[in-house]
């Protein structure tokens, strides 16, 4: 099946596209290789399947409606699994209209090139748990059905803005489309802005880290691969229009899921779980709460598990050393 995906150098996107080639796919990759972090790590993501007869990679802003509708068209694309966006919660911060064009505006775009062409069947969408923002837990963790009213970030705000336009589309247009709420994702080829990146970087290196909050923040740390099995999952069942109630509360064919590990950690196990892996003790700076953080992601996957399968295997004590290991041999040429 001939499937397209957005942000193919990115972290996640990169991993996806791998498993979909692996599987037999034909994949239409495309990515801006913009600089909010060295574009020399896209370009060697991009370097581990441009030898796949299958992959076909073009560089592209998705908010160039007129140029991704063209390629949606010519390409014949079954499936999107839009993926491309601005990163960060903090970055958001200092630097707002990156996240208009690229998550609102590329969001947009993503939505119109896929409800005019025919040959689209299912658009599997990235959101982010950081639209639960700062409220208190349900036991077992955030739900799909939860209040998301009150984002802390404007990433944040921009991804459940994705939400409500992707539950117009699905109303208006009858457009098949699964939302996936990604929890703190990591592991090999991940990205250098986030913890596990910068913490084995500096314990490494003997520099030190910043540690918010004491180290008591918990996160729903999930690794690399069982994310993209609930991707891989995801594209090959899209809701119906039947009038029933999906997971995030459309009764069109609009489904939204957290995946996640449900599991959430202290960021000082997780810390302790990255000296063990690098073999040495980290040096600690504490620092308070950074603005547009919260102290906790927990994911309830009750509902991704009974539609979808999905089921996380990875703990953070066998991730953690995979993305070391890796990490050393990529990028510390160790």
């Known amino acids: ?88 919660v903090r970055h958001s911060i200092d630097h707002p209209f990156a996240y208009e064009r690229s998550n609102l505006a590329g969001h947009l775009s993503v939505l119109e090139a896929c409800r005019h062409a025919a040959t689209v069947r299912h658009l599997v969408y990235a959101s ?52 996936l709420r990604f929890f703190t994702v990591y592991g090999p080829w991940g990205r250098p802005d986030m913890a596990p990146w910068l913490f084995t970087s500096a314990i490494l290196d003997g520099r030190p880290i910043d540690v918010f909050n004491g180290g008591r923040m918990r996160r729903d740390f999930t690794y690399i691969d069982d ?13 119906v229009d039947d009038g029933e109630a999906k997971p995030g509360g459309s009764r069109h064919a609009h489904a939204i899921y957290n995946i996640g590990n449900s599991k959430p950690e202290r960021l000082d196990d997780f810390i302790a779980a990255i000296e063990q892996a690098c073999g040495k003790q980290a040096v600690r700076q504490d620092r308070p709460m950074q603005p547009g953080d919260v102290p906790t992601t927990f994911a309830d996957i009750s509902a991704i598990r009974r539609d979808l399968g999905y089921a996380p295997t990875t703990p953070i004590g066998q991730g953690i050393p995979k993305f070391v290991r890796w990490y050393r041999r990529h990028v510390a040429g160790a």
Not at 229 to 235: C, D, K, L, N, T
Request: charged share 20%.
């Open 128 to 179: 982010s748990s950081s639209v639960y923002g700062d409220r208190p837990l349900n036991d077992g963790g955030f739900r799909e059905d939860d209040p998301v009213n009150a984002p802390v970030s404007l990433y944040a705000a921009t991804k459940r803005s994705c939400e409500l336009m992707s539950e117009c589309y699905a109303s208006l247009y009858k457009l098949p489309q699964t939302g």
């Open 1 to 88: 099946m001939p499937i397209l995906v957005t942000g193919v150098a990115g972290f996640i996107g990169h991993a996806v596209a791998r498993r979909l080639l692996d599987h037999g796919h034909r994949v239409l990759g495309i990515d801006s290789l913009n600089a909010y972090y060295d574009p020399a790590l896209k370009q060697a993501r991009l370097a581990t399947l441009a030898s796949e007869a299958d992959f076909n990679f073009h560089r592209l802003d998705i908010a160039d409606a007129p140029a991704l509708a063209r390629l949606v068209q010519e390409h014949g694309a079954q499936c999107v699994v839009h993926l491309a966006a601005q990163a960060g």
């Open 227 to 239: 994310i993209v099995s609930g991707v891989v999952a995801a594209i090959d069942r899209p809701p």
